[in-house]
Structures are given as C-alpha cells and as structure tokens.
C-alpha cells in the first residue's frame, strides 16, 4: 500500500511540477534552468521530480515556485515535518527518530529529525513570538484576573557555547534560559486562587533580559488585547526580574513569591548569630515566618532594627536589604484577601516539564543553535499551540494544482 501510494504521489507532484512551469516571474526574475529533488512523504522518498528555479539578479535570491506552492520544509512536506517535530518536541533526538520510524513506512536518523528542526527554526520563532496569531481565545477576552510569572534555569551547554558565561564557581556549565507562563486566574467558592485549565502559555529564550522582557510582553499582548482588569507578576524577586517589571508590565501588581520570602529567613537569622536548632531558632523562625506570611514583615524589620541592629553583619544585612526592598510586594494579607497568587510554582514547574524535561536529561550538551532551534517549538508544544503554528505555515498556501 505504502508503494502504491508513494507511486501516486510522484506522478501527482511530477504533474504538478508540470503546471508550476507556467507560473509568471516577477519583474527580475529570470529562468535559472530545472533540477531535479527526491520529496520525502510520510508514505517515504519519492522519485526525482524535476522543478524549474527563478533567479532575481536584484535581490541576489531564488526560489522554486513548485517547492513554493507545496510549502516544502527542506525536501520533506509539512505532513512528515510536523510528525518529526511532534516526536521531537518530546523526545531525544535518537528516540524520536525511533518513535517516528515505527509509526511510519521509512526509517528516519537522529541527524534527520535535528535537520527538520533546525529548517522549522525562524518560522516557529517568529510565530511564538506573536506574529501571524489568530483571534484571541474567549477565555482570554473574558478574563479579569491574568497572571505573568518569570523565572530562569541552568541549560547545560557545549564548553565553546560557555565563553563569557559566568558560573558559581568561576567555570560554568550551563547556559540560563529564560522561562515565562501566563495564565488565567479565578477564585474558588473558598475565595482561594485557581489557574483556570488550558490557559497556560510559554515563553523561553536563551537571550538577554531585555529581549525576554519584549518576548514575555508580546506573548500577553497577543492573548489580551485590551489588559485585563487585574495583571499579577509574581517571581522570586531577582534584580532582573524587577526590571523586567517595570519595563514591560509596569500595569502590573508586583508580588514576590512567599516561599522565596520565607527562604530568606534562614541566611538572615544565621548572620544574626542564631545557632540552627536552638530553642530561639524555632521560636522565632517559626514566628518571623508567620508574620511574613501574614503580610506583616515591616514589623519584623522594625523589631531587628531596634533590638538586634549591633548583630547585623555583612551577611544578615544583605538578607535584612532584600526585605526592605521587597516589603511593597510583600502585602499577603491584602492579596489572599483579594484572592490572588501569592507563589510563583506554576513557573518553577514550567522550568522542569518545559525546559528540564526535554533539555537536561541525562549527558545532553546543547550548542545554542540547537537550543534556539528547538526552544520555540517546544514552548509552543506545552502550550497547545503546536497544531496552530502548523496550520498557519500552511494557510495561505495554493498548494499543487493536479489533474485527477
């Protein structure tokens, strides 16, 4: 059946090969003579068809109008590259390959899967970054309450992809991708916050901050046209993070992850000289969380500053600073009240099944083009927009006109 099927298909595109001889040149372009390419189908590689290819002297490019019109990635047709990339986006290169043979007529190598990538590399990018988007989604134009949260983790990297990356210790091994997911938010009948289902969407990017601040910002910007009534940004209180903040969602309530508050606590009170596991640790462990978490971390700071300020060295007053300068994002009180966010987990877990599932798996180095190739489609597999970015590769396309 696969024979048969691949014996159609060549005498359709060969005929089809045919019609596109008659198309028009634009003005500079010239006929540059035909050649000859094997088609890879999902029913396996076809025989050679040969297509005509135009030269413009001006534009010092080319193209095949047949290639054109049947939306060619590289020499295989949308149908087999998108079922590579499917494998792809959730398996090691050498598993997908084996996960796309079985399912197919021909086997396909590791080197082809990463190939089909790579030639998917601008367009997804593109796409994922909010061009060539569609309607926003009824659940986005109706929502009040939006969260935006950002984070950012290790990716291990090839030595040469390391070259000015500093790590811990002098000598890095991995390369900070920067993640970030917005959602719909709503409330229980309890007045606790809920992440509405399938409104999750990602971003990532290996770029600097700033261009991960315009890429998060076109993300909400495609999703909400008009700002919904409420935009939480919750993250885990970084400098970077901040200026991210008052960049790109200056609109935005500010919070800082309760947990990453908490975990300060820690640093702070040993710098205060409070010996971990004592009788005052967990007392006042126990009870300087509390307060933060209830929202009353001004008073904790006032009680340090006037009782304990001769104990405050180097280390303790650098813990004592991040709470000073994060108590205007600290308000949990107010925020539980209002039925908001107050962590910052739905990123960290996007950190893990976005990027550290399909990135850091056992002995995987990635060189930066690798990682830029695949980060989008990937981001865009988690977001359900996959099948999206597929159908609008393919939208605009007349595709082969053949005789039945």
Not at 21 to 27: A, F, H, L, T
Not at 75 to 101: I, Q
Not at 210 to 237: H, N, Q
Request: positive net charge; charged residues 30%.
């Amino acid at each position: 059946m696969n024979g048969l099927c691949r014996e159609l298909l060549a005498e359709l595109l060969a005929a089809g090969a045919a019609t596109a001889k008659d198309y028009i040149p634009e003005p500079g372009e010239r006929n540059a003579g035909n050649h000859g390419k094997r088609v890879v189908t999902l029913f396996g590689e076809l025989p050679e068809i040969r297509r005509t290819y135009y030269w413009n002297e001006d534009g010092h490019k080319g193209h095949y109008p047949f290639d054109d019109r049947l939306g060619l990635v590289g020499r295989y047709t949308p149908a087999a590259a998108n079922e590579m990339v499917r494998c792809a986006v959730s398996h090691p290169y050498k598993d997908a390959a084996d996960a796309f043979s079985r399912n197919h007529a021909f086997r396909v190598s590791a080197d082809t899967i990463r190939e089909v990538v790579g030639l998917y590399r601008d367009s997804s990018s593109s796409f994922a970054k909010g061009k060539g988007a569609g309607e926003p989604r009824d659940e986005d134009c109706l929502a009040q309450t939006v969260c935006v949260m950002a984070d950012g983790t290790g990716m291990p990297m090839r030595k040469e992809c390391l070259q000015g990356v500093k790590g811990k210790d002098g000598r890095a091994k991995t390369r900070e991708v920067k993640a970030g997911a917005i959602f719909v938010a709503s409330t229980t009948e309890d007045n606790e916050p809920h992440r509405n289902l399938d409104t999750t969407t990602y971003v990532a990017t290996t770029h600097r901050r700033e261009k991960f601040g315009k890429y998060l910002r076109s993300e909400f910007d495609r999703r909400f046209a008009t700002p919904p009534e409420t935009v939480l940004y919750i993250t885990d209180g970084s400098k970077w993070l901040h200026t991210v903040h008052d960049s790109d969602f200056p609109f935005a309530v500010e919070i800082l992850d309760v947990w990453h508050a908490v975990e300060h606590l820690k640093p702070l009170m040993l710098g205060l000289g409070i010996k971990d596991g004592s009788r005052e640790w967990k007392y006042r462990h126990h009870y300087w969380s509390e307060r933060i978490k209830s929202g009353k971390v001004q008073g904790v700071l006032d009680y340090i500053w006037k009782n304990m300020r001769n104990r405050l060295g180097k280390d303790a007053m650098r813990e004592f600073k991040y709470y000073r300068g994060n108590a205007g994002r600290m308000k949990y009180d107010e925020y539980r009240a209002n039925g908001w966010f107050i962590g910052s987990g739905v990123i960290e877990s996007g950190c893990k099944t976005v990027i550290g599932q399909r990135f850091k798996q056992s002995g995987m180095l990635w060189s930066l083009k690798g990682a830029k190739a695949l980060l989008p489609l990937r981001t865009l597999y988690k977001s359900n927009r996959l099948d999206e970015f597929f159908d609008y590769l393919v939208k605009d396309l007349p595709q082969v006109d053949c005789a039945a």
